[in-house]
């Protein structure tokens, strides 16, 4: 029986994409998703949220091996950021951390940032809402069917 959400199920099946599932807890770091799927950590697109002193959410998902930069995201978004915590991330995405994706979120307030860094590959590997999953998705699909925007918001390390 699959442990993914509904709503990521759902969503998954109407954009003709299927989740590689593992046993949980598996796959809660880039590091571990990276040996668990058999690719570069760049690969693995994390999605971490972070609240604006504007109060609103934004979901950043990025290639898993560059660094987030919150002085990029302020001049992006023109408001200061914070990563939101455990219960915030739950709350605003019903995901706890290891398992935020971004399918399945489209009818909440939380704005989707795509970064380019993931356009370095031709598959990237977001979580399916839960520790142990992975969606191979190209970038660019990944773009159209979560409605995110492409920004720039990262550096390599």
Avoid: W
């Avoid at 914070?82 to 979120?105: H, K, N």
């Amino acid at each position: 029986m699959s442990n993914i959400p509904v709503k990521v199920r759902d969503f998954l099946h109407n954009n003709g994409l299927e989740a590689l599932e593992f046993e949980p807890g598996s796959t809660p770091t880039v590091k571990a998703a990276a040996e668990k799927i058999g690719v570069p950590e760049g690969q693995i697109a994390k999605s971490i949220l972070f609240k604006g002193k504007d109060d609103c959410f934004r979901l950043v998902v990025a290639a898993g091996d560059v660094k987030i930069k919150s002085g990029m995201l302020k001049r992006l978004t023109g408001v200061k950021h914070s990563m939101a915590t455990a219960e915030e991330t739950r709350s605003a995405t019903g995901f706890l951390p290891g398992g935020v994706c971004p399918f399945g979120i489209q009818d909440t307030a939380v704005q989707i940032l795509i970064d380019t860094s993931l356009f370095d590959y031709p598959l990237v590997y977001p979580a399916a809402g839960t520790d142990g999953t992975g969606v191979p998705v190209s970038p660019d699909l990944l773009e159209s069917i979560t409605l995110g925007s492409r920004v720039t918001v990262t550096e390599k390390d």
